[in-house]
C-alpha cells in the first residue's frame, strides 16, 4: 500500500514523501494515528497544492518582513525623557517604550520582544536599537534620546 507522510516518522520518512508499506502497519498504525493518508492520486495533488500555496504565503510573508526592515533602518526615532544631573535619565528606555512612540510616530507596528538592547539606554545621545524581524532579517533603528522640557 502506498501512503503519503502527514507527519515525520522515525524509521520510515518525512512529512510529504510517499513510501510503499504493508496493508496492516499502513492501516492500523499511520493511518489510524493520521501520520500518513492513502497515496491516491486526489491526496497527493491536493497536498501538492497545499505545498504551493503555503509556499506563496511564506514568499509574501517573507518580502513584507524585507519592506519592514528597509522602513525600520531609514527611520530615525525621538524620545523625549526627564534628565537629572550629567545628562542621565532617570530610568532608562525600555523596549515597551520604543514599540509604542515607533507605532505612535510612524504608525509601525511592531511587538516589543522584537527589539534587541545591548544595554540599556540612561543617557542622552543618539543609539543604534536592533529589531529582529525574524526568518533571518533585522533592522538596525536609529533612536534620538533628547531633554524633556
Not at 543618539?126 to 534620538?144: D, P, R, W
Amino acid at each position: 500500500m502506498k501512503v503519503l507522510l502527514i507527519q515525520n516518522v522515525q524509521g520510515l520518512g518525512k512529512a510529504g514523501e510517499i513510501h510503499e508499506v504493508k496493508d496492516g502497519y499502513g492501516q492500523n498504525f499511520l493511518i489510524a494515528k493520521g501520520k500518513a493518508k492513502l497515496a491516491t492520486n486526489e491526496v497527493i495533488n491536493r497536498y501538492k497544492h497545499e505545498q504551493k500555496q503555503l509556499e506563496q504565503k511564506k514568499a509574501l510573508e517573507l518580502a513584507e518582513q524585507k519592506q519592514l526592515a528597509s522602513t525600520l533602518d531609514s527611520l530615525t526615532l525621538t524620545l523625549s525623557k526627564k534628565v537629572g544631573a550629567n545628562d542621565a535619565l532617570f530610568g532608562s528606555i525600555t523596549k515597551d517604550e520604543i514599540a509604542h512612540a515607533l507605532e505612535a510616530h510612524s504608525k509601525v507596528s511592531i511587538d516589543k520582544k522584537w527589539i534587541v538592547l545591548n544595554e540599556p539606554i540612561k543617557h542622552l545621545g543618539t543609539f543604534k536599537v536592533g529589531i529582529k524581524i525574524g526568518n533571518g532579517i533585522s533592522a538596525q533603528l536609529t533612536l534620538h534620546v533628547v531633554a524633556e522640557s
